[in-house]
Structure formats: C-alpha cells, structure tokens
C-alpha cells in the first residue's frame, strides 16, 4: 500500500525580522533604517586613503539622516579590520597604514557632530 503525503512548509519567521539569536528582535516597523548608501562611501574613501573625504562623507551621512551610532557603529568596524592580521594580507600594509588619518578624521567629524552631553 503506497501513501501519498503532502509537506507543507510554514514560514513562521517574518521576513523583516532582524538581529541575532541571543540578541532582542526587532522588526523593520520598530528599527530605524540603516543608511547603507551612506554608510559604504566611509568605508570606501576611508580604505581609499582620503582625509577629506571621509570628514565629508560623515557629514554628509548625518545630513542624510544616518544615526551617529550608525556611523560610529561602521567606524569601529573599519578599525577592527584595519587591525585584523588577515586583512593586513589581503589587501597590504601600504592601505592599511593610509587608513589611518582618514579614519582619525571620521572620529573627528562624528565627535564634533554629536550632541553634547556634558553642560
């Protein structure tokens, strides 16, 4: 005797679930977007080596109504990588020594931005 079986799957999850498994959940309805349109070209012009433009382009992600913890959020992770024996290989000590200042004046642009929260 031969039984035919239907599977159906469910999808439980709702799709615009974010986060980790150990970490709170939260919807896209309650996260603020990220501004990732804003956020690679600090990456890239910080990997790039430009000063100048990566005060510019932290600017102008805030002006474009990326969160400054977004932003801090990206910078540390460029430091991370800056630091990271495997990215040192990958792309060179030359690029990683001219992160430096770029990244240093993305701090900067960022902690001049920050609301202050000492009087």
């Given at each position: ?5 239907s ?8 799709r615009?679930?974010?986060g980790?498994?150990n ?17 690679i ?13 990566a005060e ?5 992600a805030l002006?474009?109504?990326s969160?400054w913890q ?20 990958a792309v ?12 240093a004046?993305g ?13």
């Amino acid at each position: 005797m031969q039984t035919s079986v239907s599977i159906t799957t469910l999808d439980t999850m709702p799709r615009e679930v974010t986060g980790t498994p150990n970490a709170p959940v939260e919807t896209q309805a309650s996260k603020p977007e990220t501004k990732l349109q804003d956020l690679i070209p600090i990456v890239m012009v910080i990997v790039g080596g430009c000063e100048p433009c990566a005060e510019k382009t932290v600017k102008r992600a805030l002006q474009q109504g990326s969160s400054w913890q977004d932003i801090d959020k990206t910078l540390r992770i460029m430091a991370n990588m800056q630091r990271a024996d495997c990215f040192l290989k990958a792309v060179g000590a030359d690029v990683v020594a001219r992160m430096e200042k770029p990244l240093a004046a993305g701090w900067r642009s960022l902690r001049e931005a920050m609301p202050s929260t000492s009087k």
